[in-house]
């Protein structure tokens, strides 16, 4: 069936930049999310890709998509503490949004 | 309007009892979707519906029973729970059309089974 990969953790320095990497296995994905979860709430969409796009950006976040390798990635600039929750990779397709396990990011001072 | 609201946010039931789960949204979207959250894992799809029909069921077990009464809502009967059950609930919507989509959550019904 469809899977969606990403490494669980993930430790930035407060002001640089964090890259959360994503590879998805379902090839007629249409839609790729990022979603952020912070302790104890719902989800919340930070952004999205269509699935003919190759980058998408939006304020301090930016968002690659090879599709070839179905690998998408999240760059956040300038990490601020409040930053710091579980990122979830969804890939939709097929009806389905289905979800990665979530990057857990920290925030060094 | 790019609100999905989700009542109650909070619900404790014994095993006995029969509640439900609440959504609702506004955007027109016509695909809605429940998800179940266990603690430090990952959302999972339960049922989708589309067009107010049901179109998958991923096994849910028959104690959670879906209901769509019309485009805006969407509920989730809950009856002979087990603890296991206990978990956070989200709803979900989009456009539900082919390349079309962009999916927009609850913030969830947090669920405890005593």
């Known amino acids: 069936g469809e899977d969606v990969e990403q490494s669980l953790f993930l430790s930035v320095r407060e002001g640089d930049s964090s890259v959360i990497n994503c590879t998805y296995t379902?090839?007629?994905?249409?839609?790729l999310y990022w979603y952020k979860q912070e302790p104890g709430a719902g989800l919340q969409l930070l952004t999205y890709?269509?699935?003919?796009?190759d980058m998408k950006q939006d304020q301090r976040l930016t968002v690659l998509l090879n599709k070839k390798d179905k690998h998408l990635s999240l760059r956040i600039a300038d990490t601020q503490t409040g930053d710091s929750a579980i990122y979830f990779c969804a890939s939709e397709g097929a009806s389905k949004i289905i979800f990665g396990s979530g990057t857990r990011l920290s925030i060094r001072p | 309007d790019t609100e999905v609201t989700q009542t109650p946010k909070h619900l404790v039931m014994g095993m006995t009892n029969k509640k439900s789960l609440k959504c609702e949204q506004h955007?027109?979207?016509?695909?809605m979707y429940w998800y179940k959250q266990k603690a430090k894992k990952p959302p999972e799809l339960m049922f989708v519906?589309?067009?107010?029909?049901?179109?998958i069921n991923e096994s849910v077990p028959s104690r959670f029973s879906p209901e769509c009464p019309n485009s805006s809502l969407l509920n989730l009967h809950l009856h002979a729970l087990q603890p296991e059950d206990s978990a956070l609930y989200l709803c979900?919507?989009?456009?539900?059309?082919?390349?079309?989509?962009?999916?927009?959550f609850g913030q969830g019904t947090r669920l405890t089974v005593v």
């Open positions: 955007m027109g979207h016509r695909a």
């Open positions: 379902d090839s007629s994905s249409t839609y």
């Open positions: 890709i269509f699935s003919n796009m």
């Open positions: 519906y589309s067009y107010e029909k049901l179109s």
């Open positions: 979900a919507s989009s456009q539900g059309r082919s390349g079309d989509t962009e999916a927009f």
